[in-house]
């Protein structure tokens, strides 16, 4: 059982490198100005907002142990450091505290799983 289908390292893996291709496609538009950026922005801001909303104190039983210890620490903080709409002057700094969160949070890849 499990509240975000996280199971596995390799499964939380897989659902944080798909946020990191979000902020990844975010920063290349960026790169051109921020109004080709800001739907890339604004998706990523989405998906966050909604794996966030989807955690509540009566949901935490049913996390996985995974997404206790690794998922949701990632979500909680990238949500809560994501980057303001409404300042796009912020918007690069704030992607790269997202993609360093991320990256920390991820699970390491071993042969022990």
Not at 5 to 18: Q, Y
Request: hydrophobic share 35%; charged share 30%.
């Amino acid at each position: 059982m499990s509240l975000w289908g996280v199971e596995s390292k390799d499964d939380c893996r897989r659902e944080i490198d798909k946020l990191l291709a979000m902020v990844d496609r975010a920063e290349k538009r960026l790169q051109v100005n921020s109004i080709t950026a800001r739907p890339a922005v604004e998706e990523l801001k989405s998906h966050l907002k909604d794996l966030y909303d989807k955690y509540n104190h009566t949901a935490e039983p049913q996390m996985s142990p995974v997404e206790h210890a690794w998922f949701w620490p990632a979500i909680q903080d990238a949500y809560v450091i994501a980057p303001n709409l409404s300042s796009p002057k912020t918007w690069a700094e704030g992607l790269e505290a997202v993609r360093t969160n991320l990256r920390y949070r991820r699970p390491p890849e071993d042969t022990h799983e």
